[in-house]
């Protein structure tokens, strides 16, 4: 399966800075990743999924301003908290799976990165 | 739309004992549906997963779930709990695989006791 690697683990910044968070696929060509956000004790739900090579889609209710996504290569998707404030303090995963660049592989599992926590200040 | 129910947001069972994780979907098309764990401050694993065939699916470390159709139900078991076994259960659905997002249910604290 895919190897994922996401950094950094652990931010901790205060309040109006911007943070950005960044998805690796280590060993697949990634078209497309996915950001999740997971609260303490809570689910994980799905923020946007991440196009190489064209703007991210977003979830009902999440703000494309707040969070900037960019997905400039294959192996690697950036998310950019904007002016981060408390309330954007989370756990935010990283997915990859599904397409390649030669083909879909649309039964293939999402492999995960190990997350960052966010904490503002 | 598609939706994840986990019922029992703690499960406990007793180090050896049968471990039972339930999970109900609801989606509009066949589902593709998969089981992941998650230990504290870390990303997700996947344990096992479905998409088509056979409906017993078997996973790492000694766990299979069963997809029933017609309960809409994917639950997750293992015959015998280990201590390493306390971890976060999550249980997820997809319309197209790996291709699109996961909708995932609240998750399963497993609680192992010695």
């Known amino acids: 399966g895919a190897v994922v690697s996401q950094h950094p683990s652990r931010v901790i910044c205060k309040s109006g800075t911007s943070v950005k968070i960044e998805c690796r696929s280590l060993d697949f060509q990634a078209t497309t990743m996915f950001w999740y956000r997971q609260f303490p004790k809570q689910s994980l739900m799905l923020m946007a999924t991440?196009?190489?090579?064209?703007?991210?889609?977003?979830e009902q209710g999440v703000e494309k301003d707040k969070f900037l996504i960019n997905h400039a290569s294959l192996t690697l998707s950036t998310l950019t908290v904007t002016s981060a404030h408390p309330e954007d303090s989370s756990f935010y995963i990283c997915s990859v799976g599904g397409h390649t660049g030669t083909g879909s592989i649309s039964n293939q599992p999402q492999h995960f990165g190990d997350g960052t926590r966010l904490s503002i200040l | 739309a598609q939706s994840v129910t986990q019922l029992g947001s703690h499960v406990s069972v007793s180090e050896g004992a049968l471990v039972l994780l339930r999970c109900n979907y609801s989606s509009s098309v066949p589902p593709y549906l998969f089981w992941y764990v998650q230990y504290p401050n870390q990303g997700l694993q996947l344990l096992l997963k479905y998409t088509t065939g056979a409906t017993l699916v078997k996973g790492i470390n000694g766990f299979e779930a069963e997809f029933k159709k017609s309960e809409t139900s994917f639950h997750l078991t293992k015959p015998s709990a280990h201590m390493s076994d306390a971890a976060e259960y999550f249980c997820?659905?997809?319309?197209?695989?790996?291709?699109?997002?996961?909708?995932f249910g609240k998750g399963t604290h497993l609680i192992i006791q010695p």
């Open positions: 991440s196009n190489e090579g064209s703007k991210a889609t977003y």
């Open positions: 997820a659905v997809s319309d197209g695989g790996g291709a699109d997002g996961l909708t």
